[in-house]
């Protein structure tokens, strides 16, 4: 093998975060043939967006990690899309933790137990032990999306929600420090789950200068606290106002590898 076999712009893996309302999901529909695996159960407003374009996709709605793993199983063997949407980890993660409760009755505070549960054939898990079963749980459904991506070169993106977090006030110093981190149930799932992902880009919506409308953006790379990152070569910034951003990032790296 050798690295020039490597195409940049294929197989997008990636991870779209940011606040609610700012087009993580809408975005991600522009991608070619979509399968959204709803879970955080508010399509209205993609369908809103798409519909009058003349765009419709698939889509299936999962209450359960399990169901939504063993629907990613099905994909390993077949997958009929080219755009593969989990919708979105921060209300995956909080149903992980609500499996966990209602199976033993354990506290969402991580009391330690060593019941485990079966996630997918051949494989079993912590149920919870101070949130590692959450972050098992996440990485083995990363793990099979990788898997699938990889085998039939296609596209994956996972959407999730930012936590704005403002420290205390340093003693000697009197400054803070603000961070945004993805959110899910503990923090070292929000801390490991950006790695697996080749673009990890933040949405955001400005003002808009000249008297309409919001504007829409992207974010390919860390500016402030908003971290980012990109294997592509693709502006820090992307407008996407009434726009598709798959169309608007294809075209950039067409510009750049002219």
């Not at 919001?214 to 294997?231: E, F, L, M, S």
Request: charged fraction near 25%; hydrophobic fraction near 35%.
């Amino acid at each position: 093998m050798n690295t020039k076999e490597i195409n940049l712009d294929e197989r997008i893996f990636a991870l779209f975060k940011g606040d609610p309302g700012s087009g993580k999901s809408i975005a991600a529909a522009s991608f070619p043939e979509p399968y959204f695996m709803d879970i955080d159960a508010r399509l209205k407003s993609v369908v809103n967006y798409w519909r009058p374009r003349g765009r419709e996709f698939e889509y299936d709605r999962f209450t359960t990690p399990l169901k939504l793993n063993q629907k990613l199983e099905e994909f390993q063997a077949h997958c009929p899309y080219k755009t593969i949407i989990v919708d979105g980890l921060t209300t995956l993660s909080r149903s992980i933790f609500q499996v966990a409760k209602s199976m033993r009755g354990v506290s969402l505070e991580g009391e330690k137990t060593k019941t485990k549960v079966r996630l997918s054939a051949g494989m079993e898990l912590k149920q919870i032990d101070d949130y590692q079963g959450e972050v098992e749980w996440i990485q083995t459904i990363l793990n099979n999306l990788k898997v699938i991506s990889l085998s039939h070169n296609i596209n994956v993106i996972m959407t999730a929600h930012i936590i704005t977090i403002e420290s205390s006030p340093d003693i000697k110093t009197g400054n803070t420090s603000i961070s945004r981190n993805i959110l899910t149930a503990g923090k070292k799932a929000a801390a490991e789950v950006p790695v697996d992902f080749d673009e990890a880009w933040h949405f955001d919506v400005q003002p808009s200068y000249d008297g309409g409308g919001p504007r829409y953006t992207v974010i390919t790379k860390n500016t402030g606290w908003d971290w980012a990152k990109t294997a592509m070569n693709i502006p820090i910034r992307i407008d996407f106002t009434n726009d598709s951003l798959y169309d608007k990032v294809m075209e950039s790296v067409r510009e750049a590898n002219k």
